[in-house]
């Protein structure tokens, strides 16, 4: 490895977890490592609907009871 380094027949990036990995390997794992951070963005994404649903339903609530209040 190190006189493939110092000649520069390698490609292959040498950071400390291409030593350890194999590139099909290191590949996989940043696949599923991309999908989880795609998985946690939607769920997040769903997170932000809810609480603008739930806002929006408490505030026709607060309205509606204004309403009925000034109605009276």
């Known amino acids: 490895?190190?006189?493939d380094l110092?000649?520069?027949k390698r490609s292959r990036d040498w950071?400390?977890?291409s030593i350890v990995l194999p590139?099909?390997?290191q590949?996989?794992?940043f696949d599923k490592i991309?999908?989880?951070r795609y998985d946690v963005r939607t769920a997040a994404n769903n997170?932000?609907?809810g609480m603008l649903a739930?806002?929006?339903a408490v505030g026709f609530v607060g309205a509606v009871s204004l309403y009925r209040t000034v109605k009276k």
């Open 27 to 29: 590949k996989a794992i």
């Open 54 to 56: 739930l806002t929006a």
């Open 15 to 17: 950071s400390i977890g």
């Open 34 to 36: 991309d999908e989880v």
């Open 23 to 25: 590139a099909k390997q």
């Open 6 to 8: 110092l000649l520069g």
């Open 1 to 3: 490895m190190a006189h």
């Open 47 to 49: 997170a932000k609907l």
